[in-house]
């Protein structure tokens, strides 16, 4: 499976988007694209995949450059319960998940 | 729907003693369990890939006769850590997939266990 790059933290503030970036840039053609975050002392939950479309849901956004190299997780509008570390995993259907380094985003008051 | 627990949620143990960790799926089947851990400050990594009526598969480096993984139903696995010491001290965390071999992505996580050795 593809290896991801993310930064390894980000700060936002309470009540405006979180853009969390994560590069995949040797991404093969059926490997997805998932996002799961871990709250301090909790296992990982898991937010959303893709493959190639843009993909919403009631936790988060997912969008896919064309040409797959990169992806970025939007919280449209986070909240302190949203610090935590994210991780963006690249793996084919079916493939274990291999957790990375993540980003650890605060979010601030 | 697909809730995973683990039991206990924290455990403090002295050196030497084993300990038991349960981790069910609540209101699925699951084919497979996955036992992680995790070091503070570090990512989760995978331990050993268990699947119900058979011998799990350990990863590289991990200490098959250390860590006993038993998977005897489809709701229920234990991890045990035998003659515990305190550099095993650290974060347990379990996942189950409703499926086997193929769909190893779809996990649901459990919320871990606290593991201090003294």
């Known amino acids: 499976d593809a290896k991801t790059t993310q930064p390894p933290s980000m700060d936002c503030a309470e009540g405006r988007a979180a853009n969390l970036p994560c590069n995949h840039s040797t991404i093969s053609g059926n490997e997805y694209v998932y996002w799961y975050r871990q709250i301090h002392s909790q296992g990982p939950q898991y937010i959303i995949h893709g493959l190639k479309n843009n993909e919403t849901n009631e936790m988060a956004s997912l969008i896919i450059t064309e040409d797959r190299k990169s992806s970025t997780l939007i919280l449209p509008h986070a909240t302190l319960r949203d610090t935590a570390v994210y991780y963006c995993?690249?793996?084919?259907?079916?493939?274990?998940?291999?957790f990375g380094g993540g980003t650890r985003l605060m979010v601030k008051p | 729907g697909a809730v995973v627990s683990q039991h206990p949620s924290w455990v403090i143990c002295k050196s030497g003693t084993s300990v038991k960790i349960e981790c069910r799926s609540l209101d699925f089947q699951a084919t497979t369990m996955f036992w992680y851990r995790q070091f503070p400050k570090q990512s989760l990594m995978l331990m050993a890939t268990s699947n119900e009526g058979s011998k799990a598969t350990y990863e590289q480096g991990v200490e098959k006769d250390k860590f006993l993984i038993n998977h005897a139903s489809l709701t229920l696995s234990t991890l045990t850590v035998t003659s515990a010491h305190p550099e095993d001290s650290s974060f347990y965390i379990c996942?189950?997939?409703?499926w086997g071999e193929g769909s190893y992505n779809e996990q649901f996580f459990g919320p871990g266990t606290r593991l201090t050795v003294l």
């Open positions: 995993i690249a793996a084919r259907a079916g493939n274990m998940l291999t």
């Open positions: 996942s189950a997939s409703p």
